[in-house]
């Protein structure tokens, strides 16, 4: 076991789509066991393989909180379903851009489909706090391809950009543009004028 650096924004290897995997092999438990290692130096409470460059479609996650009584839970090849259509809104941040927190709205609850570290098939039930780790982590698997990406309406430079991205790529335009943006609305808050299914399928904003 090992910790790895965790690539941060701007970095574009955060925006390749991870790789379903065919096997959970020995290797596969390594990586695992390698990212656990870095989600907890990192003080974080999930990670996605692609954080420490890795595309394949792993997470890792403890939301316990408690270094004495570690709860650890893996996903590979992790699919949502059954979103419940009642939201829940977290503080949430990102080991990918550091020091950057946003009021996020997410489906409150969801099932998981996935395979376990020994590769077995199970399904989860998941809700509050493990609900939103699960689909802010399975955010940095899929660039576009995704049902959690999030519209932003960002006013730079004189101009209106409405583009469609991942919330690590709003918390990363914020900090990297600073006061130009201070007029960006928290992500909770820009459904109120922007409609999900008007949103333009753009490319981000190649920084």
């Known amino acids: 076991m090992a910790v790895k650096p965790i690539l941060t924004e701007p970095n574009k290897l955060l925006r390749q789509v991870s790789k379903p995997v065919d096997k959970v092999t020995k290797d596969e438990q390594k990586l695992m066991d390698d990212m656990l290692d870095t989600m907890y130096a990192a003080n974080g409470i999930g990670l996605a393989a692609i954080q420490i460059g890795i595309p394949k479609r792993i997470i890792v996650m403890d939301i316990s909180k408690d270094p004495e009584k570690k709860e650890p839970r893996y996903f590979v090849n992790p699919v949502i379903k059954n979103k419940d259509p009642e939201k829940a809104t977290y503080e949430e941040g990102c080991l990918s851009v550091p020091n950057q927190f946003a009021e996020i709205d997410r489906p409150s609850q969801c099932d998981v489909d996935y395979l376990d570290y020994n590769g077995e098939r199970q399904t989860l039930h998941a809700s509050g706090l493990l609900a939103t780790c699960i689909q802010h982590e399975m955010d940095h ?59 333009v399928d753009t490319a981000p904003i190649d920084l």
């Not at 201070?182 to 949103?199: C, D, E, G, K």
């Open 141 to 199: 698997q899929a660039v576009r391809a995704i049902p959690e990406v999030e519209a932003c309406h960002m006013i730079a430079g004189g101009f209106d950009y409405l583009i469609k991205v991942r919330t690590s790529d709003i918390f990363a335009y914020r900090q990297v543009l600073g006061e130009q943006l201070s007029r960006l609305p928290n992500v909770a808050s820009t459904s109120t004028y922007i409609s999900m299914q008007s949103v």
